[in-house]
């Protein structure tokens, strides 16, 4: 017998029909939204292995074009000296997106891997940095005077920005609202509850970021160790799911974590998520250990309630798959290397590390020329391993859907741009080298 297909004919008023044609215009969107981006499974280390799958580099035309670019945008905006990369107005032009058509296509592939759902990460290579001026020296207007300049510490903060913005807008990552984060040892004592791990030497567990995205862009490496590693969040949870349902569950209630004095308007000094969340067919992982160890440290029981033993073995078993070999990609950042992450389906960690102590410490560009040291590139005369860290927030309908409950962190999630931190009465900046 064939099939049949019977449809029902129902009166639907003007009102009614219109309100009914948005539904299904949101449900078909949701359809598209879910069907095109939703995967639960993630990838194992030998699954991205080959760096061909995430590994983008620049060629000198891309950074030639960078640099006018950069270089033209400096000029509009009345240059990018320290004193004025703190200026609201500079501040403002310099998260928007920077206008390279021969990058755009290297752009559209990064944000593709980044925000697709499964692999979430991408590296590009040979991002010109301190010292950078191309060997042609000729501007394309036929000028050479722009291109007789190097990049220094502003010109590079300007071209990140502007090609980071490809991805999203840029929100603040410290109570101090600064847009660009200096990850470097501070000399800062990484057992004391409050220090942000970033700013010591200190190895750095798997973790996330406040953000949709990271992006980390290296000046110098370290001297020994300080080595980046990823996993797929999304492979620990469906490992955690066939070996040990009964921790997911675990994973799945709120854990209490300390916003370490980084507090926004009328929120309090510590705020309670899970650890794995399930919302319109996607599964993303909020982890920080440390900050949830913070918390427990820096305040009593009658507060913040103590973990219990199975919440201890849920968050021990959920780092020992995280650290094995089956689920860790390990890459060491070089000069010019810029790592986009996407928190919501990746862990990063960072190995501790050694800083140099010599002349023989490189730094810069490699096409850096020996004259290229003044007051704004500061940075080149530091040993000490630097990068540069931007937190960024896709545009709405590149966004990964959230719960409500990341608001306790993200602040709303319908806010453009969304996430990072945000304390009262503090204005977005671009802090010096």
């Known amino acids: ?15 009614a029909r219109a309100s009914l044609m948005r539904q299904r215009q949101r449900q078909r969107q949701a359809y598209m939204h879910t069907t095109t981006t939703t995967c639960t499974t993630g990838w194992l280390a030998g699954d991205v292995s080959d760096p061909s799958a995430w590994l983008h580099v620049l ?46 296509a290297v752009a559209c592939r990064v944000r593709k891997q980044v ?16 010292g950078y001026r191309p060997a042609t020296a000729t501007a394309p207007s036929g000028r050479a005077t722009e291109a007789d300049e190097s990049f220094t510490y502003g010109h590079v903060v300007s071209a990140y920005l502007g090609v980071a913005a490809h991805l999203g807008m840029s929100v603040p990552q410290n109570r101090h609202g600064h847009l660009v984060g200096h990850v470097r040892d501070e000399r800062l004592d990484p057992k004391d509850p409050t220090t942000r791990i970033y700013q010591t030497a200190a190895r750095q567990r798997f973790h996330v970021d406040s953000c949709d995205v990271v992006g980390l862009l290296c000046l110098r490496p370290a001297r020994r160790g300080g080595e980046s590693s990823l996993v797929s969040s999304l492979a620990l949870v469906a490992r955690l799911r066939e070996t040990h349902p009964e ?46 160890e913070a918390a427990q440290a820096r305040f009593p029981a009658t507060e913040v309630p103590r973990l219990t033993s199975l919440q201890v073995k849920a968050l021990d078993t959920l780092e020992r798959l995280a ?24 862990l ?86």
């Open 1 to 15: 017998m064939a099939a049949c297909s019977l449809r029902l004919s129902v009166p639907v008023l003007p009102a």
């Open 59 to 104: 060629t000198e035309d891309d950074r030639e074009e960078l640099y006018h670019a950069t270089m033209k945008r400096a000029a509009a905006v009345g240059g990018v000296g320290v004193d004025h990369l703190n200026r609201p107005s500079v501040c403002a032009q310099l998260r928007e997106p920077l206008a390279c058509a021969g990058l755009e």
């Open 115 to 130: 925000l697709d759902g499964n692999q979430g990460f991408a590296v590009v290579r040979n991002f010109p940095t301190v």
């Open 247 to 292: 921790l997911l569950q675990v994973l799945e209630q709120p854990f209490v974590y300390d916003r370490k004095g980084e507090v926004p308007p009328g929120c309090g000094p510590h705020y309670t998520i899970p650890i794995v969340h399930h919302h319109r067919g996607f599964t993303s992982v909020y982890f920080a250990r440390d900050f949830i």
């Open 323 to 346: 650290e094995s070999d089956e689920f860790r990609l390990t890459m060491t950042l070089q000069p010019g290397d810029v790592q986009f992450v996407h928190n919501h389906v990746l």
């Open 348 to 433: 990063h960690a960072r190995e501790a590390y050694e800083d140099g102590g010599g002349d023989n410490d490189s730094s810069g560009d490699s096409n850096a020329s020996s004259s290229t040291v003044g007051s704004d590139r500061g940075v080149e005369t530091d040993s000490r391993r630097h990068l540069l860290r931007l937190w960024l927030s896709p545009a709405p309908q590149d966004q990964r859907p959230l719960p409500a409950v990341f608001e306790k962190r993200y602040g709303p999630l319908d806010a453009r741009p969304r996430g990072g931190i945000r304390v009262d009465g503090v204005i977005p900046s671009i802090p010096g080298p």
